[in-house]
């Protein structure tokens, strides 16, 4: 099959929602925790996580067009602070629920089945169940006029991780952590691993 331009663009809109974001395969999968200056949380379900650099230690995010009802990026605005949280298989489902459209104002947490944890004085919250858990300030946010998405750069304050994930060499082992992966929009899977392969070098 072979798709050109104008197949896309003929799309129906929903077909090629999922079509265009199930395209790039597997991609990283974190819960989003924010907070605003009134002290009502928030989480959302993100699959735009990627890495920017290690040194400052950076992490972007892509943020659709603003919705009415979608306070996380007014929250982080706000506060200059949120975590970013890995998804566990038993709580895949709950993770999901998390993207639905909540009235603004109304936590995610509790209605979803998760709880809030707090590193003081850190303000946002991060998710209690996950075995990753990580903490960033705002230190950028670019605008795609593209498509009037918005690109986030935070820097990793804060680094949380349950027993057994870190190897020796600073490697954080996902099989381990147990963490999920997503295709598209609705698709979730458990990794498996290959093989970890030497620094590739020219022969």
């Not at 998405?149 to 490697?171: M, P, R, S």
Request: aromatic share 10%; hydrophobic share 40%.
């Amino acid at each position: 099959m072979n798709f050109n331009q104008s197949h896309i663009s003929a799309m129906e809109k929903h077909y090629r929602t999922t079509f265009i974001n199930s395209l790039p395969g597997y991609k990283s999968l974190h819960m989003l925790g924010t907070i605003n200056k009134d002290g009502i949380s928030n989480l959302g379900l993100f699959n735009s996580i990627f890495h920017v650099g290690a040194n400052p230690p950076l992490l972007g995010m892509v943020f659709r067009p603003d919705g009415m009802d979608h306070d996380s990026l007014e929250n982080i605005i706000q506060t200059k602070e949120y975590t970013l949280n890995n998804v566990l298989s038993n709580y895949f489902q709950q993770a999901h629920q998390t993207s639905a459209r909540f009235p603004s104002g109304l936590s995610e947490f509790e209605p979803c089945g998760f709880k809030e944890f707090y590193l003081d004085p850190f303000k946002a919250p991060f998710v209690e169940q996950a075995s990753i858990k990580i903490g960033l300030e705002l230190r950028e946010i670019i605008d795609v006029s593209l498509n009037s998405t918005k690109i986030l750069i935070g820097e990793i304050v804060h680094v949380i991780l349950n027993e057994g994930i870190l190897a020796q060499d600073g490697y954080i082992d996902h099989i381990n952590a147990g963490t999920v992966t997503v295709a598209g929009l609705d698709s979730y899977f458990l990794p498996q691993e290959l093989g970890r392969l030497p620094y590739a070098k020219f022969l």
